[in-house]
Each structure stands twice: as structure tokens, then as C-alpha cells.
């Protein structure tokens, strides 16, 4: 089992810059993929950022790519997703999330890989 916290979602304005975490406890070692995704209301969740912490590959959306970086601190059992150059289409509910796996899905973006989720954290960008 994994337990994940997501934290240090707020307002802020476009053009800004917002790091979330995601603590994570549990039986980590073994979830082997790790990811962001947010969702719009009313809307399916979209993968932003996955780490594959086999080969520290990491896969970005087309939309967050250049802007948002995903990192994991393994000492910390702590996942960030850095966040610059905030739009206000990218205001959502944004939750991490684990794949209890050796490795990634074969579509590291696909909600459908994870199986480990936190509750969320609103990040909301005014224009």
C-alpha cells in the first residue's frame, strides 16, 4: 500500500510560479512510475508529467512541456511539480500519483497506469 499527500496548491497569477509536492509513505521502493495529473471540471484527468525512477526519464504533456518539470526526492519519499510561466488554463485540481509496477505503462500519461492516488490540491492562475 501507498499513501499520498499532495500540498502547496493556491492562487496565483499568470506568468507566476507554483511548486506542489506529494509525500508519499508506504511501501514506495516498489511503485517504480510516478506521475501529475489534473483534472478540469467536468473533465477526465489528464496526465501532466510522469518519472520513470528506473531510468530517470521523464515524459511531459504537450501543453506543460518547457513550463513544468517533475523530480522526485527519493531520500524524502517527496514528488514536486514545479510549475513557471502559470497560465489561467491551466487552473485544476492536480493529484499525484504511483504505479505499483517495475516500470512505467506503456503510456507513462495515461491515468490508467497508476493505481495509487492522493486526494488533490487546487492550483488556480488568474488572468
Known amino acids: 500500500q501507498v499513501h499520498l499527500a499532495e500540498s502547496g496548491g493556491g492562487e496565483v497569477q499568470a506568468g507566476g510560479s507554483l511548486r506542489i509536492s506529494c509525500a508519499a509513505s508506504?511501501?514506495?521502493?516498489?511503485?517504480?512510475?510516478v506521475g501529475w495529473f489534473r483534472q478540469f471540471p467536468g473533465k477526465e484527468r489528464e496526465g501532466v508529467a510522469s518519472?520513470?525512477?528506473?531510468?530517470?526519464?521523464?515524459v511531459y504533456g504537450d501543453s506543460v512541456k518547457g513550463r513544468f518539470t517533475i523530480f522526485l526526492n527519493d531520500a524524502a519519499n517527496s514528488l514536486t511539480l514545479e510549475m513557471n510561466n502559470l497560465k489561467p488554463e491551466d487552473t485544476a485540481m492536480y493529484f499525484c500519483?504511483?504505479?505499483?509496477?517495475?516500470?512505467?505503462?506503456?503510456?507513462?500519461?495515461?491515468?490508467?497506469?497508476?493505481?495509487?492516488w492522493g486526494q488533490g490540491t487546487q492550483v488556480t492562475v488568474s488572468s
Open positions: 500519483a504511483f504505479r505499483s509496477a517495475s516500470g512505467c505503462y506503456r503510456l507513462p500519461l495515461s491515468p490508467d497506469g497508476y493505481n495509487y
Open positions: 508506504g511501501s514506495t521502493d516498489t511503485s517504480r512510475c
Open positions: 518519472l520513470n525512477r528506473n531510468t530517470g526519464r521523464s
